[in-house]
DNA sequence: GTAAGGCATCTGGATATCCGAATGATAGCC
DNA sequence: GGCTATCATTCGGATATCCAGATGCCTTAC
């Protein structure tokens, strides 16, 4: 093969991240997921993503705590999944990142193939 | 955030199916992405990208015990993250779903740029 | 200056998930 | 038939995550 053509390629795999090789990286990407993995956490993302809410109009939203409702848009913003914009006593939250609508879109595509797969999976314990 | 990049959110989110309206729904999208929320079920779907694994060729890989390693590759498959197709004793396990690879590298790449709040993301209880 | 509102953090209890080990079920080999 | 290998399921314990409520800090209004 060419010299070009290789660098394209090792330039083609560097581009795409796969599953870190290492447990450290492993765990982290898994943390990322995990912040997906809560439904009160993806209402926010799609209550934050239609427009600018503030901290009191997502727990009106959510219908939780303010606490609980605070620390999950604290989880969204430092995973990257959300922004915070920060004014006098408001915090105003929004999904800038493009990546998040496609994330959540192609889970919702998967899931929606395999609904009842996922609704069986209780991944260690299911019915008491 | 940029023009082009509203435009990307807007048309993804538009793209049918966003965050399910539901509370079931949303939960069965959060039950998804916590399948994709454990590193030892991220290292098995990512041996299992390479080439057709069997459950044994798993357990050594993950170095973990044979029935929690089944545990770990039937919940994948019942979420549809994994396909397995049986011979006589032998289940052997791959991914074929190329949403999956969508899916590991939007989160790896979203992974890289926020790598220190991810880490940092305790989600309620950090250090101990 | 004082009071009130908005947000973040801490505490303790309930639930979910992960783990190893033991047990059960099925297929191939002697 | 008997035996072993492969895979799935169950059991009890340890850890992580979620929740409501209370507390503290900062900003704005009076």
Redo the contacts with the bound molecule.
Sequence with gaps: MSASAAAALSAAMARIPPVPADPAGRELLA?FY?AL??P??LALLAFCAESER???EC?VHA??????V??????LVSCGLLE?RR??????YQVTDPRVAELVGLGASMVADHAAGVAAC?????A?
Excluded: I, W
């Design positions: 943390r995990r993995g809560d009160t956490r503030t901290g009191n727990v219908g939780l705590s303010q606490g609980r605070s620390a999950h848009l604290g989880c915070v004014a006098g006593r408001f915090a105003y209780a991944r260690v314990a299911s008491p």
